[in-house]
């Protein structure tokens, strides 16, 4: 016989009830089966546990060492059950999660805030990406999760994407420029004129095309004067007068830029999806990856 979980509990109850009636009606078991259970414990170990001379059921030396350490053993096999439970469930491991910075802020970081809060055991490592990194992150099984505003022309077989949330496209102006209209979107093809400062970089893949596509289908080619890789740039050489530019804004993220007014774009908006990717056979190999894409989902409704 080898000394088993069983073995420690069925003490242990004895020990606290000194009595074999009564810890046998705490374990549900019948009381001679429980006897039975104790000796063979102590056959096993080599050394008697009780002192079954006296009136009241006492610990022998060696039952006062083995209650001690056997309330340790089941608590850590009570932790063990408990972890390993949270694990199949999705809440505890590692979850590496790609992001580009030109991003839903109000969506995004509270987002993952809320999460990492609700699951404590999960270590989320957020990665600022540009998406063809993210891409290929996930098809090496370096990242779980991806956020970019992405044209998904041929993903790896098994990358998957959903969207997550739509971002229209909004004219940035300098502030006082002559088409600034509060009260009414403009069409697209009002501003054939104009010079325009657009986004260029592997950060924004396919961006630049879009933008320009866009304009073609509104019945105009852009003239560029200037492209540049963030955002923020071009908010600022739109403020000093050098042009206007394209953005896709997010629904929760008001545009606050000295200089510059988001002007709206009468219908059809274009619209530029954010999506979060994923690979798919992630979804069955780590359960941390499942919840995350479900939470994600949820809150993108």
């Known amino acids: 016989m080898s000394v088993e979980l069983r073995h420690l509990r069925y003490f242990v109850a004895v020990a606290e009830e000194r009595h074999f009636t009564r810890a046998a009606n705490r374990l549900r078991i019948a009381q001679p089966a429980l006897s039975r259970q104790i000796r063979d414990l102590e056959q096993e170990l080599g050394c008697s546990l009780l002192d079954r001379q006296t009136r009241n059921l006492t610990l022998t030396a060696s039952g006062e060492a083995l209650l001690k350490e056997a309330r340790k053993l089941l608590g850590e096999a009570e932790h063990l059950k408990e972890v390993t439970k949270r694990a199949a469930n999705g809440q505890t491991g590692y979850i590496a999660v790609g992001y580009v910075s030109w991003i839903a802020p109000k969506f995004f970081f ?56 739509q971002h229209q496209m909004w004219a940035i102006l300098p502030k006082g420029h002559a088409k600034i209209s509060p009260k009414r979107p403009i069409p697209l093809n009002s501003l054939a004129n104009e010079p325009f400062i657009l986004i260029s970089t592997s950060e924004f893949t396919g961006y630049l095309q879009w933008i320009q596509n866009e304009c073609i289908q509104a019945g105009f080619t852009p003239r560029v004067v200037r492209t540049t890789e963030r955002p923020q740039t071009a908010l600022d050489l739109v403020s000093s007068g050098l042009g206007i530019s394209l953005l896709t804004l997010p629904q929760d993220q008001p545009l606050d830029q000295p200089g510059v007014v988001a002007q709206a774009i009468a219908p059809p908006v274009p619209t530029f999806t954010q999506n979060v990717f994923y690979k798919k056979d992630h979804l069955k190999r780590y359960p941390a990856v499942a919840l995350l894409l479900r939470e994600v989902l949820r809150a993108a409704k």
């Open 110 to 165: 509270p987002l993952f805030r809320n999460l990492r809060q609700k699951y404590p055991g999960l270590e989320i490592d957020l990665k600022e990406m540009a998406p063809l990194d993210q891409i290929q992150a996930l098809d090496n099984n370096r990242l779980h999760l991806g956020f970019a505003k992405f044209l998904v022309t041929h993903a790896p077989e098994g990358v998957e994407g959903r969207p997550v949330s």
